[in-house]
């Protein structure tokens, strides 16, 4: 009784202060809340920016778990990730991602962009490096998205959608301008960066290194990239130590997304294919760290249509509650190069060391005890060439990227030369891996212009199909 007494005098007290308001309800100030800033400062909304982007727009659950699952690293065995592993991917189930992308993202660093105009190369530099990768993230996976008519608020609640080309040629842009924007003499440093501290010189590298992903992404459509890309992979990040990456922390709301989802929902495992490829094919040294064991040493993945509990989960490379969400690492970086330098024709020791070189940095990055089983593989790797040694690449660039979107890309891109196996069961909605997400709900729910012949297995602009023999 005590308590109840207690809220209805507090409800008796808002509701009188909410009468009294009324008597002077012609108030210029009556929308101003005090303790509301005006006008918040860029660094402040960069470290919200950086945050969301690797909690939801590089590194969120609607985007890492999915692709993951279908990439066959993680295994979907109930709720909503059992119908993701069945090929089946609602509009409403990537709302969240869509939205969150545009308006805690993008929209903000839309404000940077403009406060730091002609005043602060930095933060600017900076703000184009974020929007380019945003954009990039968002048209990789929907295709034609808006851009021209975005960022309106209020001014325009239904922007048209621009073609992919259109927003390619943007990021591009908006990355040549960072490159810029962050070589400018004595720019100082930026407040507020919790990736960087705010170091031009690493968010420079990290722009080369974005632009390298990018200009590859348009491999199928011209065979030429492959030089412009080997051009800035040599001003791209050029250790493990400066890799592009967001570190949560084990706190309440502030841990990885990954480690989150598994504590409240944890309806995925490891899939069978990864730990098969690390445990029984390869007898890789990273395994530990990517998936947990069962028992003392045994690794198990649940294959489709499998829901064993005696299973690996997701292990501490991805799933800790600090572990980091990486935007573009220097291991990404070594694996771009040895794809180009094998697709111009460099000579195959090259090939061969710039494979090895990936490998070893991917080994080091998670702190992996590779050093005998590096110089077995790197023996192995002598024997290799031709069509084998590309595979080799983008096996080992799959497992190196795990969890992380951009293998997604790579699979597309190079038409599943690693040879994943699609969902066969019946219970599959088509069994054919989906390379494209449908168009949120919210969109199709509000703006007219949203495109209406998308389906899953829709092609997004440098996804072109291979050619007919």
Not at 161 to 188: C, H, M, S
């Amino acid at each position: 009784m005590k308590n109840i007494n207690i809220k209805f005098i507090g409800l008796v007290f808002m509701m009188a202060l909410a009468l009294g308001s009324c008597k002077k309800w012609i108030n210029t100030d009556l929308n101003v809340n005090p303790d509301a800033p005006s006008d918040v400062p860029m660094s402040s909304i960069l470290t919200g920016v950086q945050a969301n982007m690797a909690y939801n727009t590089i590194g969120g659950n609607d985007l890492c778990r999915v692709t993951s699952i279908w990439l066959q690293y993680f295994q979907g065995v109930a709720r909503q990730s059992q119908s993701t592993a069945n090929y089946y991917l609602l509009p409403s189930d990537i709302n969240n991602l869509w939205v969150t992308n545009y308006t805690n993202t993008m929209m903000n660093l839309e404000t940077i962009m403009s406060k730091a105009t002609g005043s602060n190369p930095t933060y600017m530099g900076i703000a184009e490096v974020l929007m380019a990768n945003s954009l990039g993230i968002t048209t990789d996976f929907w295709g034609s998205i808006p851009l021209s008519q975005a960022f309106q608020g209020v001014g325009n609640l239904t922007p048209a959608f621009d073609n992919q080309e259109a927003v390619y040629t943007e990021v591009l842009r908006l990355l040549d301008d960072a490159i810029i924007q962050l070589n400018t003499p004595g720019a100082p440093s930026a407040q507020g960066d919790v990736m960087y501290g705010g170091d031009p010189a690493k968010w420079l590298a990290a722009a080369h290194s974005l632009k390298a992903r990018y200009i590859l992404h348009k491999c199928k459509l011209d065979n030429t990239v492959y030089t412009q890309v080997l051009a800035e992979v040599s001003a791209a990040i050029s250790s493990n130590d400066n890799d592009l990456q967001f570190t949560f922390f084990d706190a309440a709301g502030s841990q990885n997304p990954l480690y989150q989802f598994m504590s409240q929902r944890g309806d995925i495992t490891m899939a069978k294919v990864f730990i098969d490829t690390l445990n029984l094919v390869r007898h890789d040294p990273r395994l530990p760290m990517f998936a947990t064991a069962v028992g003392d040493t045994a690794y198990v993945g649940n294959g489709w249509g499998e829901v064993s509990a005696d299973v690996s989960m997701p292990g501490n490379a991805v799933a800790a509650a600090s572990a980091v969400v990486p935007f573009i690492s220097y291991v990404e970086v070594l694996f771009i190069k040895a794809e180009c330098l094998y697709k111009t024709n460099a000579p195959v020791d090259q090939v061969r060391t710039a494979l090895i070189d990936a490998v070893t940095a991917s080994m080091q990055k998670w702190g992996a005890d590779y050093t005998a089983w590096m110089a077995i593989y790197s023996q192995y790797i002598n024997y290799s060439s031709g069509a084998p040694l590309f595979k080799e690449i983008m096996t080992q660039k799959w497992i190196a990227l795990y969890n992380q979107a951009e293998a997604y890309n790579d699979w597309r891109r190079t038409d599943n030369v690693i040879g994943l196996q699609a969902n066969p069961l019946t219970s599959a909605q088509r069994n054919e891996m989906p390379r494209h997400y449908p168009e949120a709900q919210s969109e199709t729910n509000y703006n007219p212009n949203t495109p209406t012949d998308i389906d899953l297995w829709s092609r997004v602009w440098w996804d072109v199909s291979a050619p007919t023999k």
